[in-house]
């Protein structure tokens, strides 16, 4: 079975301060993650992925997430927020066996100017 | 590339009625999936195709729920009858066939069952 936490149902930060999203998952093999946002009443958009290599892993729009084996975490990071961040982000977790991808609740990022 | 095309993207109907979704995939894309978006359970996955053949239909919720992908550019989901717990945002997603690939999402279909 496979499952993904994102701990924090909401996220507040000021403009030009970092960002972090957690998110912790649960696999039985080797896992798959991904990263999306979703701004109102759109659907989800892809930020990035790990899959294997380096752990650190970047993507769109500044975004970067790195991946923890030991902790079992994947937390997205942006060095400085911006207002137009704010959005609805979700953490995915694939097992690589597995063609089904288990998303995670979503955390609401408020980054206020 | 367009991305993926839902339509429509509003749905007011009444309970009882026949709801049609429908669903145009990226192009060049084997793997189709549609989803179901609520406040109180989140994001569901209902059904999965792979080169127009359902895979996995265990999410559906019920026999009221049926979906059809007659070939590789077009996917629809039907409900019949409606009731107002259907109402949710319906989002169709593709991606590449493989488990290292992405899913990229439709604009969704917000449906609402009076």
């Known amino acids: 079975a496979q499952s993904v936490a994102q701990p924090e149902d909401q996220v507040n930060v000021a403009e030009g301060n970092p960002l972090t999203v957690k998110c912790t998952y649960s696999?039985?093999?080797?896992?798959?993650l991904f990263w999306y946002v979703q701004y109102p009443n759109r659907g989800l958009q892809f930020l990035l992925k790990?899959?294997?290599?380096?752990?650190l892993v970047k993507g769109s729009y500044g975004f970067e997430a790195e991946f923890n084996k030991s902790q079992t975490s994947f937390h997205l990071k942006k060095p400085s927020a911006l207002v137009s961040d704010s959005a609805l982000y979700f953490c995915?977790?694939?097992?690589?066996?597995?063609?089904?991808?288990?998303f995670g609740a979503g955390t609401t990022v408020t980054v206020r100017a | 590339d367009a991305g993926v095309i839902q339509s429509p993207r509003h749905e007011v109907t009444e309970m009882g009625q026949e709801v049609t979704l429908r669903c145009k995939p990226i192009?060049?894309?084997?793997?189709l999936f549609w989803y179901r978006q609520t406040m109180m359970r989140g994001l569901e996955l209902l059904i999965y195709?792979?080169?127009?053949?359902?895979?996995?239909d265990s999410g559906m919720p019920e026999d009221r729920f049926s979906a059809k992908m007659p070939n590789a550019s077009f996917s629809t989901l039907k409900i019949q009858p409606s009731e107002p717990r259907d109402s949710a945002v319906y989002f169709c997603?593709?991606?590449?066939?493989?488990?290292?690939?992405?899913?990229?999402f439709g604009p969704g279909t917000r449906l609402t069952v009076t």
């Open positions: 790990y899959i294997t290599g380096d752990n």
């Open positions: 997603a593709s991606s590449s066939s493989g488990m290292i690939y992405e899913q990229y």
């Open positions: 995915a977790v694939r097992d690589s066996g597995d063609y089904k991808l288990s």
């Open positions: 696999v039985s093999g080797n896992p798959y």
């Open positions: 192009s060049g894309h084997n793997s």
């Open positions: 195709f792979n080169n127009n053949v359902p895979i996995d």
